[in-house]
């Protein structure tokens, strides 16, 4: 098991970046596929972007492709969502979400990652 936390989320205008980053401590996280999903209010959760654990399989939601770029440095158990062009639609709390696997995929379930971080507020607004 791991506890994620997050931190960078801010009030931002339309088109500014926005980084966010997920500080995972607990058990090995070279072992850890990663995703990043959001909840706006009244809304359901969403997937945002994943990583698996070697890195090398990424996927993300339409609505952020192009826009949203997931990364992790696992000397640092850190993963990274940097987040360009903002939108209002991309206001949310943003979460931090692990699983542990030994299938090196990346899920876009929220119910395949038993670890969650508490979320950081990300606010898009002119």
């Known amino acids: 098991q791991v506890q994620p936390v997050e931190s960078g989320g801010g009030l931002v205008p339309p088109g500014d970046s926005l980084r966010l980053s997920c500080v995972a401590s607990g058990r090995t996280f070279d072992d850890y596929g990663m995703a990043w999903f959001r909840q706006a209010p009244g809304k359901e959760r969403e997937f945002v972007a994943a990583?698996?654990?070697?890195?090398?399989?990424?996927k993300y939601s339409d609505s952020v492709k192009g826009r949203f770029t997931i990364s992790r440095d696992n000397t640092k158990n850190t993963v990274s969502l940097q987040m360009n062009s903002l939108r209002l639609e991309d206001t949310a709390v943003y979460f931090c979400?692990?699983?542990?696997?030994?299938?090196?995929?990346?899920?876009?379930?929220?119910?395949?990652?038993?670890?969650w971080g508490q979320g950081t507020q990300v606010t898009v607004s002119s």
């Open positions: 979400a692990g699983r542990d696997s030994i299938f090196d995929i990346a899920p876009t379930d929220a119910g395949q990652y038993p670890d």
């Open positions: 990583i698996s654990y070697s890195g090398s399989t990424i």
